[in-house]
């Protein structure tokens, strides 16, 4: 009878991220994701990316079916999570290389792939725009860098307040010592402030003035209302970042795939609903193979901030010949606590 064949020795690092996917699987809530728990999985994202993608891992083996689904379920419901920002969509770092960026959208987009998806996997109905406009964002330097602006802000962590330590039941604290300077000083002012009331209370006052008189009106204390000031007027840098999400959705030559950019209660709008209707007709049977941005124009409107762009389209069609179109576009922007939101978007004729 032959020997029973071994399963070859797991790298104990694969081995840990092993153990770690499935725990997490089995009990997604145990762990806080927006700080970046399990740390394990966080640090090792790319050797999640490959178990996910049935890729060997360091020490040579591929994934097993059970690491597989693993993986699968924590990219589906961490990396892809709604609100996560696009290097945690990638499953990368700031520090991420062009090269890794290139790996790991490859793999990203071939998992939600629909040639590539099971029957029995959800991946999220947004999850291929998503990824696409992490890549188009992070690929690019100058979008890069205005992204890695607006996180700034939000990764800078306050630092606690140092607690006092707790001090044992009855215990007293020593009486206050003030310097012998100190002393004199503040019984000299007292004495000083003493004897101007006295002369003030018992000095000559004028016929008919109390000393009630002299105390101010109350609404003397309150300053006067002011007009109210005017909300900040936003620049071209703040609505930034959102315009170029919108130009990395809008590569994808699918009206739709610009819906998650615009805030969630306009995406069922009627002017929202006739954009996606007017863009896909106008790129009807053509592959989009580039985009250029011609200019960014913003100026105030009645209900909050436009901005006019001019968006040159390289195109492809059937015949495999290549067109341009240009398409004029007005992107809407409302203030909301101190952000801008984009609410609407406009393709003029």
């Given amino acids: 009878m032959p020997p029973t064949p071994q399963p070859p020795v797991a790298n104990p690092r694969a081995a ?20 970046r728990e399990p740390a394990l999985l966080f640090d090792q994202l790319g050797t999640v990316l490959r178990l996910a993608s049935n890729r060997a891992v360091e020490g040579g083996t591929a994934s097993a079916p059970r690491a597989r689904r693993a993986a699968r379920f924590f990219v589906r419901t961490v990396m892809l999570r709604p609100g996560a920002d696009h290097y945690a969509v990638l499953g990368l770092t700031p520090a991420a290389t062009p090269e890794l960026l290139r790996e790991h959208y490859r793999m990203m987009i071939r998992l939600v792939h629909p040639d ?12 291929a725009a998503r990824i696409n406009i992490a890549h188009d964002v992070l690929s ?71 000393l009630m008189a002299q105390a101010p009106r109350p609404d003397a204390l309150v300053p006067p209302a002011g007009p109210a000031t005017a909300p900040p007027a936003l620049r071209l840098e703040d609505v930034r970042p959102t315009l170029d999400q919108v130009v990395g959705a809008l590569r994808s030559g699918r009206g739709e ?49 436009v901005v006019d762009s001019a968006l040159d389209f390289r195109l492809q069609n059937a015949q495999q010949q290549d067109e341009t179109l240009r398409l004029n576009l007005q992107s809407v922007f409302q203030v909301q606590q101190g952000s801008p939101v984009l609410t609407r978007l406009v393709a003029q004729p």
């Fill in 140 to 210: 690019s330097p100058e979008r890069r860098q205005r992204y890695d602006a607006t996180l700034a802000p939000a990764r800078a962590q306050p630092k606690p307040a140092p607690v006092a330590a707790p001090r044992p039941r009855g215990h007293r604290a020593p009486p206050m010592r003030l310097p012998a300077r100190r002393v004199v000083q503040a019984g000299v002012a007292t004495a000083l402030l003493l004897a101007g009331l006295g002369w003030w209370v018992g000095g000559p006052r004028r016929p008919g003035v109390s």
């Fill in 257 to 305: 795939t610009v819906l998650q950019v615009l805030n969630q209660e306009w995406r069922s709008h009627p002017e929202t609903t006739r954009f996606v209707g007017d863009f896909n007709q106008r790129l009807a049977g053509r592959t989009v193979r580039g985009l250029d941005e011609v200019k960014n124009q913003l100026s105030r409107a009645a209900d909050g901030f």
């Fill in 116 to 127: 590539f998806v099971r029957e029995e996997e959800a991946w999220p109905a947004d999850a």
């Fill in 16 to 35: 840990g991220v092993l153990a770690a996917l499935l725990d997490f699987e089995q009990a997604p809530g145990r762990y806080p994701v927006a700080r």
